[in-house]
T-cell receptor, first 113, second 108 residues
Framework: DTEVTQTPKHLVMGMTNKKSLKCEQHMGHRAMYWYKQKAKKPPELMFV???????INESVPSRFSPECPNSSLLNLHLHALQPEDSALYLCASRPRTGTNEQFFGPGTRLTVL | GQNIDQPTEMTATEGAIVQINCTYQTSGFNGLFWYQQHAGEAPTFLSY????GLEEKGRFSSFLSRSKGYSYLLLKELQMKDSASYLC?????????FGKGTRLSVIA
């Protein structure tokens, strides 16, 4: 298995909803990442998990809450989002930080109404 | 801080060769990546350079000069499906930072 999977593919939510995005990989990678990408902009790093521990939080608002329950799974819990949070949310993984390939999942297209 | 520059847009003809340049200034250097991204899709890994020189992979090659803070991606025998954004990304003392991307249009 050489891919990163993300669910759901699309998500529409209201500002009062609570939802979660899920990312999974079975390549034995120990570094996992969440990125946010707005249209026609590059991906922006949100969080980095290394060996299931949060190692970097790029000053992301607390309405985004990451979780890494095990080495294969990465979640992003969403609560009280704003319309400007609408974007493509990308998960990525690497064997470990500093290694030479970083694979992206297909992303979740999030729309906040 | 980190600063990555690449051209915003380029146009090239089917069958031709195109070179997309990337210059960077970073704190530390642990590698430079090139990704291809079609509209509405996730980035796809193309290449990784950490040492100076040219890395070739089929129709795609990537070059790095660390002393000049410079890289390029070379695409040969262009095909219409190569129309996409090409993202240069650098890892320094912080995780991967992406440039704004170069939107390549391949025309017949």
């Amino acid at each position: 298995d050489t891919e990163v999977t993300q669910t759901p593919k699309h998500l529409v939510m209201g500002m009062t909803n609570k939802k979660s995005l899920k990312c999974e990989q079975h390549m034995g990678h120990r570094a996992m990442y969440w990125y946010k990408q707005k249209a026609k902009k590059p991906p922006e790093l949100m969080f980095v998990y290394s060996y299931e521990k949060l190692s970097i939080n790029e000053s992301v608002p607390s309405r985004f809450s990451p979780e890494c329950p095990n080495s294969s799974l990465l979640n992003l819990h969403l609560h009280a989002l704003q319309p400007e949070d609408s974007a493509l949310y990308l998960c990525a993984s690497r064997p470990r930080t500093g290694t030479n390939e970083q694979f992206f999942g297909p992303g979740t297209r999030l729309t906040v109404l | 801080g980190q600063n990555i520059d690449q051209p915003t847009e380029m146009t090239a003809t089917e069958g031709a060769i195109v070179q997309i340049n990337c210059t960077y200034q970073t704190s530390g250097f642990n590698g430079l990546f090139w990704y291809q991204q079609h509209a509405g899709e996730a980035p796809t890994f193309l290449s990784y350079n950490v040492l100076d020189g040219l890395e070739e992979k089929g129709r795609f090659s990537s070059f790095l000069s660390r002393s000049k803070g410079y890289s390029y991606l070379l695409l040969k025998e262009l095909q219409m499906k190569d129309s996409a954004s090409y993202l240069c990304a650098v890892e320094g003392n912080t995780p991967l930072v992406f440039g704004k991307g170069t939107r390549l249009s391949v025309i017949a």
